[in-house]
């Protein structure tokens, strides 16, 4: 693949992940009072506090970011409260994100850097509802779209070579679904066994969302096929990824891209899975090693015939691998008639030592294909004889080397540590880039949740201590009538800890006392993050008392029935808290809670501004959705974004296509010309030969 062609690639993964960037700052901004603020769930000031120690007020600018790295110390220096700094970094984030998203001219490396230190700043302050697998995945991500970016608005296009950095883009797709795919099977989880997993995880899944509910009813035998197939789609698909071959590559990515639409359809993921799309879109532009190769024409032609043949084969030799693993055969039962079904075909111990000799081959194969994109790279700059290029891409060869080592070590997280070998220099890099998020794990749903039902916390609440009523929220599973929602690529973080809550105990989540705290002090700012209607009554009326309950619920399977759910009562998660209790007060000194400094009474104008923004989006999204509030504007305003992008690079590479044929025509203005002359020449001399005519 040319610079030329890679760098055409690269600006388009570059708008397509600020638009991540803007989702995932005005997702957060919206949340930010609730959270974070003095009166909201888990004050941000508390964790400072906690953290820095007597650095937090009297510490050097130095020793406060060698205790928490992160940039909203500069605006508490200026004087700002830390949840007005948290939200001035937020943003920040979104209208930075947002001219990358429509300025092409902006998606260069001192915006991407901003948007990665932005959003590094609220991961590391975030605490609890900041430390999800997606969030680490995009400050991993943002670190390769710095080095994707070019240098600066006015960096010349001749001197932008984006393909080491593409490469590494495609590694960390790599390690993600591959990854993924392995650690269903090692975690020993019995449904991941048995191929059930896909009938628990439709009702069971943190958000469900209505498409969810008929992707339950379907056949047994489908959901089992579906999680064999998942495996394929995910390892083959990651796998594939690094391959220099062309059919490989394309047929991995459109597997994987078709794996995360079934998930985006049948789920409520934030921005994950289009994070992990836009991740693969190197796959479809690079062209290999064939065009990296000085060969003639014609050598050149018959190498990629070669490699194209061979990848057609390997992927049917993929397919027939993958039926003979998974015992994919044809059967007939009387419950469920011909039908295809699949079984796993080999053991656990034969399992772990293939993942053990699959990592290894797993990282040659990154190794290799970095270093041909390093020695394309390098070569097309010496022989352009310009020294900035040489220097960048030394540059980014450099970075790209120190990267891929530190990926390493989380990468062999996903075999035994018994036989894997990390290279010891990996292990040094990695222990001191450690808090950069370099370098990640990830594998979603290692064991299947919910399995039986879905888990479920149902928070009640009292104004006598005698009727008790379910307070509600915008996204979590509650009423068995209302209908499941739907809010890709916005992350409710409240709603997402509550589903988390219910898989332990009030004890191991401490924020969820002091939301019940907040609920019953009337906090508006805790109340911003539950329906508008609900959030107005609990103003006026606050609760005296709080209890949980625990249910287990189960989609209806009835398509004629109102309910989408049915539940049943099992126990009491939590016994009734009364906001006179003393033990809340303890609660709040025992957290630091209490060390919280108070509201001042005049705001500052930057808190002002920011105040009269946040109450100009909550009423645009209660004019959208009276339900959701801020969070339509978050929904709606991407969606609009994303078709916006998707029509602007339609009409761009319809241009780029009409200009290359023009540039043909003209490359060649007498090639019409000549061969009529040479036509007519023939003509003329064949009439001259030609015996004249009798009169």
């Known amino acids: 693949m040319s610079s030329t062609q890679a760098a055409t690639v690269a600006r388009l993964v570059l708008r397509l992940f600020a638009l991540i960037y803007f989702a995932a700052f005005f997702s957060l901004y919206v949340q930010v009072p609730g959270l974070y603020s003095s009166d909201g769930i888990l004050p941000v000031e508390a964790y400072l506090r906690q953290e820095a120690g007597h650095v937090y007020e009297s510490g050097t600018l130095q020793e406060q970011f060698a205790a928490v790295p992160s940039l909203i110390w500069l605006p508490i220096r200026a004087g700002e409260r830390p949840e007005v700094a948290m ?46 697998q997606w969030d680490s995945l995009v400050c991993e991500a943002g670190v ?29 797709f790599c390690r993600l679904c591959f990854a993924s795919g392995v650690v269903k099977l090692t975690s020993m989880c019995p449904t991941w066994w048995d191929l059930s997993a896909l009938y628990w995880h439709f009702e069971s899944q ?31 698909g990651g796998l594939f990824a690094m391959l220099p071959i062309k059919p490989l590559r394309v047929g991995g990515c459109f597997l994987s891209i078709a794996l995360q639409i079934l998930i985006i359809l049948t789920g409520n993921f934030n921005f994950f899975n289009l994070v992990t799309i836009f991740l693969c879109i190197p796959m479809l532009a690079d062209e290999g090693i064939v065009q990296n190769l000085p060969l003639s024409r014609a050598l050149a032609r018959g190498l990629r015939l070669t490699l194209n043949t061979l990848g057609v084969l390997l992927c049917l030799a993929v397919v027939v691998y993958w039926g003979i693993l998974f015992n994919v055969r044809i059967e007939k039962t009387d419950e469920e008639g011909l039908h295809l079904a699949a079984s796993i075909n080999f053991g656990q111990q034969q399992y772990l030592d293939w993942v053990d000799q699959a990592y290894h081959v797993t990282s040659l194969i990154g190794a290799a294909a970095l270093s041909l994109s390093i020695l394309a790279s390098f070569t097309s700059a010496v022989s352009s004889r310009s020294f900035p290029r040489i220097s960048s ?17 989380p990468f062999s997280w996903m075999a035994r540590a018994d036989n894997i070998t990390v290279p010891a220099l990996s292990s040094r890099l990695y222990s001191v880039t450690q808090g950069f998020d370099l370098a990640n794990s990830y ?24 009727h008790w009523t379910e307070l509600d929220f915008r996204y979590k599973t509650n009423h068995v009538t209302r209908m499941p929602p739907l809010n890709v690529p916005h992350q409710p973080r409240l709603d997402w800890q509550m589903w988390f809550a ?13 939301f019940l705290i907040k609920v019953m002090d009337g906090s508006p700012s805790v109340l911003s993050l539950l329906p508008t209607d609900t959030a107005l009554a609990l103003r006026q009326h606050p609760p005296v008392a709080m209890r949980m309950q625990f249910y287990t619920y189960h989609f209806t399977t009835n398509l004629s029935a109102s309910e989408w759910w049915t539940r049943t009562r099992e126990s009491v998660y939590m016994t009734e808290l009364a906001r006179s209790n003393p033990w809340c007060e ?29 109450a100009l989006v909550a009423e645009a999204g209660t004019r959208l959705s009276p339900r959701f509030g801020a969070d339509a504007v978050v929904i709606a305003s991407f969606w609009m974004l994303l078709i916006v992008v998707c029509l602007v690079t339609s009409r761009k590479s319809s241009q780029h296509t009409k200009a290359s044929t023009t540039a043909g025509e003209k490359k060649h203005p007498l090639s019409s010309t000549n061969e009529v002359t040479k036509a007519s020449g023939q003509t003329k001399k064949s009439s001259e030969k030609r015996p004249p005519k009798s009169p």
């Open 206 to 236: 943190c958000i469900p969302n209505p498409v969810a509910w008929y992707a339950r009813l379907l056949p047994a035998w489908m959901l089992r096929f579906g999680v064999a197939s998942t495996y394929m789609f995910l390892m083959a």
């Open 586 to 614: 303890s609660f709040q000194q025992q957290m630091g809670y209490d060390k919280v400094s108070p509201l001042p009474e005049t705001p500052t104008p930057l808190s002002s501004m920011l105040t009269t923004a946040q």
């Open 393 to 409: 891409v030394l540059f980014h060869a450099l970075c790209a080397v120190i990267i891929f080592l530190v990926t390493l070590v």
């Open 502 to 514: 219910a898989l332990g105990s009030f004890n191991h989540n401490p924020w969820l006392i002091n």
């Open 144 to 172: 390769l779209m710095f080095l994707l970016a070019p240098l600066a608005p006015w960096s010349h296009r001749k001197q932008y070579d984006p393909r080491i950095a593409m490469t590494l883009v495609r590694w960390l």
């Open 87 to 132: 939200e001035l970094v937020c943003l920040l984030g979104v209208l930075l994100a947002l001219a990358a998203t429509l300025s092409e001219y902006l998606c260069n490396k001192i915006t991407f850097f901003l948007l990665w230190a932005l959003y590094f700043s609220l991961h590391k302050v975030g605490q609890t509802f900041l430390w999800f």
């Open 443 to 466: 594998g979603l749903f290692r064991r299947m949740t919910g399995v039986g039902g879905r888990p479920e916390v149902v928070v009640e609440m009292t104004s006598d201590h005698q």
